[in-house]
């Protein structure tokens, strides 16, 4: 399938921005390394390619010779100043620096339908274009856009920004307009697609095992699993110890109401021994991981009839870490992540399509390494108490107030204790996402003096509680 655009991705927030926009015109993309080659790009054959990054100088790497291909290319931010040198051109000084400009754009057909105006640019650079580029948009004097008509290549120096309608009707434009896409990608498409792979697996017989975590990404995988192959499927769900307050009986409940038989492994015993003296979050993850392994390929092992794995991957685990279906190639089974192309979010209408409850289908994300990833320093049996009962003060709080559905994420960390008294800090986190920030809520006063008042009283090994008031990048967070 060449019926899409694909990105090259020099910042992830953006990428998947540009994605979403795309898909949002029925556009199917597909993002890609920034590192991809020229005779890769050929092999995929796309009908367009978007090179997406921040407002910035920072520096990536790019092939001249997706120039060459006859393919066209839209340049967004940075990524605007490689595609100008390897076009011929250069980029020198700062000209426009974090303020609003007037924005006036000229004919082309990427700018069809868009009026000049108020912009805002973070990191605007003077340009010097070569023979056959124009200038397209300018503000101030300073060249915002530019294109080499005949050859399709198109840069703009800013980025896409949220609830941005003129950036949607610019990537249109590219897409439909001059790459020539045709508008059929859709949530349903999707399904299809996944439903398509499910079930061609199911034809070839034997057992399906689908990996869960009581996520709304496992849950769905394991829906569409379980109408794939009925009876000859079984869900599993390891118990780490390290999920939040009545999690384990709560995932229990939700596959008894799927009618979707779930075998429950308890190994929280085994893997908090296993974390002893373990303080990195790396060596905490890799010890989880080692151990849902594990446990998958014990239980799997049991069953000979089992032929397929079903995994949860979403688009945005398969950008930040890959496909994980390598991770088990000692399963000697057929490995399929049936989500692994659609975002968060799509998984999320897909799960009130299937009728699941607004419980699963808007639930929170948690990381795979679940408490111990809130965690600072080892992980003990005391500290995991005092951080679940304060996860569940909070949840408590924010649900009660009305503002589970308004804010992205919302969590206590645990600090590293004092090594004589014991005596641990606890911090507040609650964010919303704007302008591919993470940025604090502004929660009500009372709430914050309820939820720290409760969590002293309830985890007497916390003397202190703190709110976080810093804005982080959106894939910069250091707790998840």
Same mark, same amino acid.
């Given at each position: 399938?060449?019926?899409?655009?694909?990105?090259?991705?020099?910042?992830?927030?953006?990428?998947?921005?540009?994605?979403?926009?795309?898909?949002?015109?029925?556009?199917?993309?597909?993002?890609? /390394? !920034?590192? %991809?080659? $020229?005779?890769?790009?050929? @092999?995929?054959?796309?009908? *367009? &390619?978007?090179?997406?990054? =921040?407002?910035?100088?920072?520096?990536?790497?790019?092939?001249?010779?997706?120039?060459?291909?006859?393919?066209?290319?839209?340049?967004?931010?940075?990524?605007?100043?490689?595609?100008?040198?390897?076009?011929g051109g250069a980029?020198?000084?700062?000209?426009?620096?974090?303020?609003?400009?007037?924005?006036?754009?000229?004919?082309?057909?990427?700018?069809?339908?868009?009026?000049?105006?108020?912009?805002?640019?973070?990191?605007?650079?003077?340009?010097?274009?070569?023979?056959?580029?124009?200038?397209?948009?300018?503000? /101030? !004097?300073? %060249?915002? $856009?530019?294109?080499?008509? @005949?050859?399709?290549?198109? *840069? &703009?120096?800013?980025?896409? =920004?949220?609830?941005?309608?003129?950036?949607?009707?610019?990537?249109?434009?590219?897409?439909?307009?001059?790459?020539?896409c045709t508008a059929?990608?859709s949530l349903g498409?999707?399904?299809?697609?996944?439903?398509?792979?499910?079930?061609?697996?199911?034809?070839?017989?034997?057992?399906?095992?689908?990996?869960?975590?009581?996520?709304?990404?496992?849950?769905?995988?394991?829906?569409?699993?379980?109408?794939?192959?009925?009876?000859?499927?079984?869900?599993?769900?390891?118990?780490?110890?390290?999920?939040?307050?009545?999690? !384990?009986?709560?995932?229990?409940?939700?596959?008894?109401?799927?009618?979707?038989?779930?075998?429950?492994?308890?190994?929280?015993?085994?893997?908090?021994?296993?974390?002893?003296?373990?303080?990195?979050?790396?060596?905490?993850?890799?010890?989880?991981?080692?151990?849902?392994?594990?446990?998958?390929?014990?239980?799997?092992?049991?069953?000979?009839?089992?032929?397929?794995?079903?995994?949860?991957?979403?688009?945005?685990?398969?950008?930040?870490?890959?496909?994980?279906?390598?991770?088990?190639?000692?399963?000697?089974?057929?490995?399929?992540?049936?989500?692994?192309?659609?975002?968060?979010?799509?998984?999320?209408?897909?799960?009130?399509?299937? !009728?699941?409850?607004?419980?699963?289908?808007?639930?929170?994300?948690?990381?795979?390494?679940?408490?111990?990833?809130?965690?600072?320093?080892?992980?003990?049996?005391?500290?995991?108490?005092?951080?679940?009962?304060?996860?569940?003060?909070?949840?408590?709080?924010?649900?009660?107030?009305?503002?589970?559905?308004?804010?992205?994420?919302?969590?206590?960390?645990?600090?590293?204790?004092?090594?004589?008294?014991?005596?641990?800090?606890?911090?507040?986190?609650?964010?919303?996402?704007?302008?591919?920030?993470?940025?604090?809520?502004?929660?009500?006063?009372?709430?914050?003096?309820?939820?720290?008042?409760?969590?002293?009283?309830?985890?007497?090994?916390?003397?202190?509680?703190?709110?976080?008031?810093?804005?982080?990048?959106?894939?910069?967070?250091?707790?998840?």
């Open positions: 399938m060449n019926d899409m655009i694909l990105i090259l991705n020099y910042s992830d927030e953006f990428s998947m921005e540009t994605a979403r926009r795309l898909r949002g015109e029925q556009i199917y993309s597909r993002i890609i /390394s !920034g590192m %991809t080659t $020229a005779a890769q790009i050929r @092999e995929i054959a796309p009908r *367009g &390619i978007v090179l997406s990054g =921040e407002a910035s100088s920072a520096q990536g790497v790019f092939d001249a010779g997706i120039l060459e291909l006859g393919i066209p290319v839209l340049a967004l931010g940075h990524t605007v100043h490689m595609m100008l040198a390897a076009q980029s020198a000084g700062v000209a426009i620096n974090e303020r609003k400009a007037y924005i006036e754009y000229g004919k082309s057909a990427l700018f069809a339908g868009v009026t000049g105006g108020e912009r805002y640019l973070k990191e605007t650079l003077t340009l010097m274009l070569p023979p056959d580029v124009q200038v397209t948009a300018s503000a /101030s !004097g300073c %060249t915002i $856009a530019f294109e080499n008509t @005949e050859k399709k290549q198109y *840069g &703009i120096q800013f980025e896409l =920004e949220r609830n941005d309608p003129e950036g949607s009707a610019i990537l249109k434009n590219f897409a439909r307009d001059i790459c020539g059929w990608w498409a999707a399904m299809r697609e996944a439903e398509r792979a499910l079930t061609e697996a199911a034809e070839q017989g034997g057992r399906a095992v689908c990996a869960v975590s009581g996520g709304v990404d496992s849950t769905v995988a394991a829906v569409l699993t379980h109408r794939a192959f009925g009876e000859r499927m079984t869900a599993i769900f390891v118990e780490t110890g390290l999920m939040r307050e009545g999690e !384990g009986a709560m995932v229990q409940q939700t596959f008894d109401a799927l009618g979707i038989p779930l075998l429950h492994m308890d190994r929280s015993g085994v893997v908090l021994e296993a974390l002893a003296h373990r303080r990195s979050m790396r060596e905490k993850r890799l010890v989880v991981m080692n151990c849902l392994h594990e446990e998958m390929i014990r239980q799997t092992a049991s069953m000979p009839e089992a032929k397929t794995l079903v995994l949860g991957t979403n688009y945005s685990d398969f950008l930040h870490g890959g496909s994980t279906s390598d991770r088990w190639n000692d399963c000697e089974m057929n490995v399929l992540e049936p989500l692994a192309t659609l975002f968060k979010d799509e998984v999320r209408a897909i799960a009130q399509q299937l !009728g699941l409850g607004a419980e699963i289908a808007e639930r929170k994300p948690f990381p795979a390494l679940g408490l111990g990833a809130r965690m600072v320093g080892e992980v003990t049996g005391e500290r995991l108490q005092a951080l679940r009962r304060a996860d569940s003060i909070f949840d408590e709080e924010i649900r009660l107030a009305g503002l589970d559905r308004k804010l992205y994420k919302y969590f206590p960390i645990l600090t590293s204790s004092d090594p004589i008294s014991g005596i641990e800090m606890m911090i507040l986190r609650a964010v919303t996402v704007s302008g591919g920030q993470l940025l604090p809520a502004r929660l009500p006063y009372d709430l914050i003096e309820r939820t720290v008042r409760r969590i002293c009283a309830d985890a007497p090994t916390v003397a202190r509680v703190f709110y976080d008031e810093t804005p982080t990048p959106v894939g910069k967070e250091t707790f998840t």
